[in-house]
């Protein structure tokens, strides 16, 4: 069974920073992954692209996180994760990391939720 883990969400004051972490378990390996990336979805609005790690390519952000995240992966542990820095309100949301397999399989965790005090 497959599963991926998101952790690191919590409350936090405009200005601080929080890491996420995304551990993959069960038949999935990072290693072997297409690509992998971090989702948000903020209450009335769509699932937006955050940051995500082509196979062999490089990073890639939102405008509106460039500069403030940073995504990278530890394929030794098997987990994906999401620095944080200079948070604003605006980035209070629910995270989801996925992991795309293949052209066919992507597989999503279940969230976890970041909330920026002003």
């Known amino acids: 069974q497959v599963q991926l883990v998101e952790s690191g969400g919590g409350l936090v004051q405009a200005g601080g920073s929080l890491r996420l972490s995304c551990a993959a378990s069960?038949?999935?390996?990072?290693?072997?992954?297409?690509?992998m990336g971090w989702y948000r979805q903020a209450p009335g609005k769509q699932r937006e692209l955050v940051a995500q790690?082509?196979?062999?390519?490089?990073?890639n952000y939102a405008a509106s996180v460039k500069d403030r995240f940073t995504i990278s992966r530890d394929n030794a542990k098997n987990t994906v994760y999401l620095q944080m820095n200079s948070l604003k309100p605006e980035d209070t949301a629910v995270y989801y990391c996925?992991?795309?397999?293949?052209?066919?399989?992507?597989?999503w965790g279940q969230g976890t939720q970041v909330t920026v005090s002003s």
């Open positions: 790690i082509p196979s062999g390519g490089a990073p």
């Open positions: 069960g038949s999935i390996f990072i290693i072997n992954a297409m690509g």
């Open positions: 996925n992991v795309v397999v293949s052209k066919r399989t992507t597989y």
